[in-house]
């Protein structure tokens, strides 16, 4: 487990803190607002939401090792950071001059594929890029990064709320705000402290190293069916919530409460951790809330209701990321750090595209109730099939002793 001790707010502390509130914040508008943005003022049907949502996760099949290799290879990755944040915010300006255009219904949605493909090809290796980054510094200066990523949770859950607001009916206003955080996200990730490429001046160690490493394989198994159901989620929350005659106001408070209530996993997340048995254990727990909440949602007739459920992201996506990010420090070269992230977003990939299309179809033949419901058996057969294979390992090591 990372290590930590008391924290001393030194510059290089405070510039981690301050580009994370940033980065974050930028994400709580982008991943909140964009798939009604796409519904409302391009028209583009749920089917085809699934499909455009799902261009990104195949981008990221091809772009995440790249990017991977590229970090680990190159002379700091922060250079490779601030490409990355450069280019997503270049090609998010884009997508709202789609709207502009005239063209058929069916030359639209090419384009507005083509546009959300470039995107995502700079976005979705931004935060584990940016993890990377800052869990070699946590290593290298005894910090704690669950504690560093408090920040991430109050960026989120304070724009989330206050991009509602600022939004309100027209939703073409969340790209100048977008535009607003990206750039000041850029300027600081400048003031990163640098890490170098582990393998620049090193010998390159055999990527297929990361296949043979049987926990990784198993902690990115449940990321993978984890990310799927979230992306789900992400793909028409958003939209489902406004159906149900809530507001963007409302929406805004609905992200802001799920960043809330990541606060105290993000601040404990060493203990927890440690209390729950490590972090296979706490994936485990985390698949079961995220069923129970699925499960929850697919009741839901009322944005408040929707708004209530959202507490349990406090023990959804922050514990994939967290335990993700820990397990590689622990058990993963420095050599491969970057690419191991790389790998695990190329497996999140996978899932986002399958949950997209799932979503997509799921939603435009049988409602988005339906869609939760699917999320919560998915979850839920995972969750049986890892507790059956671990009561075998127990007999099988129970009748040997």
């Known amino acids: 487990m990372l290590p930590g001790k008391s924290i001393i707010f030194t ?20 991943n909140s607002f964009l798939a009604p943005f796409l519904k409302t003022n391009i028209g583009v049907t749920d089917a085809q939401i699934g499909i455009l949502l799902a261009t990104g996760p195949i981008a990221s099949l ?18 490779i950071l601030i490409i990355l944040l450069t280019g997503s915010l270049i090609a998010a300006l884009l997508i709202p001059l789609y709207a502009q255009l ?22 979705t290796s ?19 990064f669950g504690r560093l990523r408090i920040a991430a949770s109050v960026g989120y859950s304070v724009m989330g709320l206050t991009a509602g607001i600022v939004i309100g009916g027209l939703l073409i206003r969340m790209f100048p705000l977008y535009a607003f ?3 000041l996200t850029i300027v600081a990730a400048f003031f990163l402290p640098r890490v170098p490429g582990r393998q620049r001046e090193k010998i390159r160690m055999p990527y297929l190293e990361l ?39 409302m929406l805004g408070l609905a992200v802001a409460c799920s960043g809330i209530f990541e606060l105290p996993f993000s601040m404990f997340s060493k203990r927890v951790i440690k209390k729950l048995g490590g972090t296979e254990n706490t994936m485990l727990i985390a698949l079961a809330v995220m069923s129970l909440r699925w499960l929850l949602a697919s009741f839901a007739r009322t944005p408040l209701q929707l708004l209530f459920i959202n507490c349990l992201h406090g023990f959804s996506f922050v514990v994939l990321t967290i335990c993700v990010a820990l397990f590689i420090s622990e058990n993963v070269p420095p050599e491969l750090k970057a690419s191991s992230l790389a790998f695990n977003g190329m497996a999140v990939g996978i899932a986002r595209i399958l949950g997209n299309l799932g979503s997509g179809f799921l939603v435009s033949n049988l409602g988005v109730s ?10 839920a057969l995972l969750l049986i099939f890892f507790g059956i294979f671990r009561v075998k390992n127990y007999l099988q090591n129970h009748h040997k002793k």
């Open 126 to 144: 931004n935060i584990p890029m940016s993890d990377t980054i800052v869990i070699e510094l946590c290593q290298e200066r005894s910090w704690d």
């Open 370 to 379: 339906t869609m939760f419901a699917a999320a919560s058996v998915t979850n």
């Open 11 to 30: 510059k290089d502390y405070l510039n981690i803190i301050i580009y994370y509130l940033l980065f974050y914040a930028g994400g709580a508008v982008i």
């Open 211 to 249: 296949l043979k490493n049987k926990g990784l394989l198993k902690i990115i198994i449940l990321s993978l069916v984890c990310s799927m159901t979230l992306s789900m989620h992400y793909s028409f929350y958003g939209i489902y919530f406004l159906q149900l005659g809530g507001t963007t106001a």
């Open 62 to 79: 091809f772009i995440q090792p790249f990017w991977g290799i590229k970090a680990d290879r190159s002379r700091y990755k922060n250079t």
């Open 181 to 183: 955080l990206s750039l």
């Open 102 to 123: 005239t063209f058929p219904a069916h030359i639209m949605f090419f384009i507005t594929a083509a546009g959300m493909l470039l995107l995502n090809s700079f976005q």
